[in-house]
């Protein structure tokens, strides 16, 4: 082995275990990697890279999923080409990012992900000083040393994600014992897990996500220092937190994932003002659940999901116990409930960053809510009309099934949605409200009667 991997090795691994590091290869026949899955486009740049000169594998999360069963869609490709000789290679090719730079690769719609091989940061030549960076608290700024294959998979965070498919004969190649872990449904993390998960806290993120959607087990040494080292997801910029909680909610697994944030101590970084410590009102971790069963449900059936609804839901909570304080402090229902709709997203956005296209849907759907109950004929027929109603109308549900409100309402709303116009006016007249009149040509508006405040 050479000394220079050698001396990286022994940088990255700082515990009483050490990495196996011995190259395995198991050849076409001996695994179940599904070849056909693999799209032209990117055949076409393992092709160009291959005939180029270059290494290029497939590497990650595909062949991963491809050797559970699971059918990959996303392939993501390692080369020893840096990203300049990547985009030499390809006319329709741009390089993107600073703390880790790599090439996307477009074919209309489809884009290619190549990635350089990467080094450790541990045994750095003055060359690469200004290729990596740290910060005091160990979590990498910048992470462009460039390396061999070898070396690109020993810095790889987890031993499943570390295997490599040659598309020339169909080899997956194995550096770091992944191949057996996944056999065992195991996740692991290379080398030393506090270290990696201070050069990267989104790591820990990670590990409950793939544990989830793998129904894989986290490995003891994996899952020892997360509750620990929770608090260094304060580190992480809101923003790209946002997008870490897309993937924890929106690939099909949130029912799982919220549990196991909860117990690794997470979620307090993410949804501070949603975890059951500080959202324990009757009905409101249930309602989470299902919100979080149903998303799931809904991404199986291939229908479209959306982050503010679920963001709405797991906020629900926090926006009620607000604004009955600033009910109780003397401020009127209908202010009181714009108040703490704003405090609550501030005070949310502060840890994970909700852009202006969710956080809007979000106020909407919540004042909405107390709309629902106001029941003449004419301001049925104008809540049904509403862009959220639908929506607010799931919201509503949800809050009944999971006890948080009183039942009746959802079933009454789902029955008019049902209707005709002269069963909808008779289901108003029912309840002792007026029916609608026509309005008169002069401007004679009227101020809506104002929400109640919260019991």
């Known amino acids: 082995m050479p000394k220079r991997l050698l001396q990286k090795i022994t940088g990255l691994i700082k515990g009483k275990k050490s990495a196996t590091v011995q190259r395995r290869e198991i050849p076409r026949g001996d695994h179940h990697f599904p070849e056909e899955d693999i799209g032209r486009n990117v055949i076409s740049v393992l092709d160009t890279l291959t005939r180029a000169g270059y290494e290029a594998y497939l590497v990650g999360g595909s062949i991963r999923d491809g050797l559970i069963g699971m059918h990959p869609k996303d392939f993501d490709v390692a080369t020893s080409a840096t990203p ?14 600073r703390r880790f730079r790599l090439a996307h690769v477009r074919f209309g719609r489809d884009i290619i992900e190549v990635a350089t091989f990467r080094a450790a940061h541990h045994t750095m030549t003055e060359e690469d000083v200004d290729q990596s960076h740290q910060s005091d608290e160990g979590m990498l700024l910048r992470d462009n040393v460039f390396g061999t294959l070898d070396e690109d998979a020993i810095r790889r965070d987890f031993t499943a994600n570390a295997l490599y498919y040659r598309h020339t004969d169909g080899a997956v190649l194995d550096f770091v014992n992944g191949y057996e872990d996944i056999r065992r449904k195991t996740l692991r993390l290379i080398g030393n897990p506090e270290q990696r998960y201070r050069e990267d806290p989104v790591r820990m993120l990670r590990a409950v996500r793939f544990a989830a959607k793998l129904g894989f ?12 080292l929770s608090d260094l997801l304060g580190l992480i910029p809101p923003a790209r937190l946002f997008e870490e909680i897309q993937k924890l909610f929106l690939s099909g697994h949130a029912e799982a994932v919220w549990p196991l944030l909860t117990r690794y101590d997470l979620a307090r970084w993410l949804f501070p003002l949603s975890v059951p410590e500080n959202n324990n009102a009757p009905g409101a971790q249930a309602m989470i659940g299902l919100a979080l069963r149903n998303t799931d449900l809904r991404i199986h059936n291939g229908k479209g999901v959306t982050p503010y609804f679920l963001l709405a839901v797991l906020l629900w909570g926090p926006l009620q116990k607000l604004w009955r304080e600033y009910c109780d402090e003397g401020i009127p229902p209908t202010p009181a409930l714009q108040k703490a709709i704003q405090q609550v997203i501030h005070d949310q956005s502060r840890h994970v960053a909700i852009p202006k296209r969710f956080s809007l849907p979000m106020r909407e759907i919540w004042e909405l809510q107390s709309r ?16 959220r109603f639908r929506a607010a109308y799931d919201l509503l549900l949800l809050r009944e099934e999971s006890g948080e409100t009183e039942a009746g309402l959802g079933e009454w709303w789902t029955a008019y949605q049902q209707a005709d116009a002269a069963e909808r006016e008779q289901m108003c007249q029912q309840l002792g409200q007026k029916p609608a009149r026509k309005r008169r040509r002069y401007n004679n508006r009227r101020k809506g009667a104002r929400p109640a405040p919260p019991q």
């Open 84 to 97: 300049e000789e990547i985009r030499a290679q390809f006319r329709n090719c741009r390089l993107i990012g």
């Open 217 to 228: 087990t986290i490995e003891p040494a994996t899952a020892e220092p997360i509750k620990r």
């Open 372 to 387: 629902l109950d106001q029941r003449s004929a004419k301001r049925c027929e104008q809540l049904v009309q509403q862009p």
